[in-house]
């Protein structure tokens, strides 16, 4: 099965704090695990992503964990800031044919100030 | 360009006219993806060209659409005999040779009266 499962779908976080964000998917041919981020009106950009070949990869405030055995990973935003507020989308896709995306449902995040 | 450009960025439409949405990719992109994004859902898959061929088109929901890519830039998108359910942001992708890093464009949100 193709799907991936994205928690939670909406979260309210104080500025400052750790914002986490969690993906399971069950087709373990999937090794391309992108995280893209959304504002309204606009596209998704990409915004960090990670092969099954590590646990984890940082990029400055944004960190993905991955757990291969249990199919799932997770963004981690640290230092929170308002300017973080968007809709943020796991995806997954294949190295072989298409590489097409399968998203998740989406988070959407809003910092507090 | 400097980005996946789309047009219209908004098309509103009556039930069972045609319709047709404009994609133009990152110059130098071989690869172009279409997905659909429905109102607090993640982007879905359509249909991926490789050059002017389409390479997978096993998202098309049905043979009402129908999508093309004559010189392998630009790509239109064509709705038949649209209907209400066909509403959604319809988003367009390009990468550097079918790579896992899609750039997306703003996209169409369609709506069918």
């Known amino acids: 099965q193709q799907q991936v499962k994205q928690s939670p779908q909406s979260l309210i976080v104080q500025k400052g704090g750790i914002s986490i964000i969690n993906c399971a998917y069950e087709n373990t041919a999937f090794d391309y695990f992108p995280w893209y981020q959304q504002f309204p009106g606009k596209g998704p950009a990409l915004l960090i992503a990670i092969r099954p070949d590590v646990s984890e990869k940082k990029e400055g405030r944004f960190t993905i964990s991955f757990n291969k055995s249990a199919k799932q990973f997770s963004l981690h935003i640290m230092d929170s800031q308002p300017g973080d507020s968007a809709t943020y989308f796991c995806a997954a896709s294949m190295r072989q044919g298409a590489q097409k995306l399968v998203f998740g449902q989406g988070t959407r995040l809003t910092i507090n100030p | 360009g400097a980005g996946v450009s789309q047009t219209p960025s908004n098309k509103v439409t009556e039930k069972g006219k045609y319709v047709e949405l404009r994609c133009d990719p990152i110059?130098?992109?071989?690869?172009l993806y279409w997905y659909r994004q429905s109102l607090g859902q993640g982007p879905e898959f359509l249909i991926y060209?490789?050059?002017?061929?389409?390479?997978?088109d096993s998202g098309l929901p049905n043979d009402r659409f129908f999508a093309v890519r004559p010189e392998g830039s630009v790509s239109t998108l064509k709705i038949q005999r649209t209907e209400r359910g066909d509403s959604a942001v319809y988003l367009c992708?390009?990468?550097?040779?079918?790579?896992?890093?899609?750039?997306f464009g703003a996209g169409t949100r369609l709506s069918v009266l």
């Open positions: 992708a390009s990468s550097l040779r079918g790579g896992a890093i899609q750039y």
């Open positions: 060209f490789q050059g002017t061929g389409a390479a997978d």
């Open positions: 110059s130098g992109h071989t690869a």
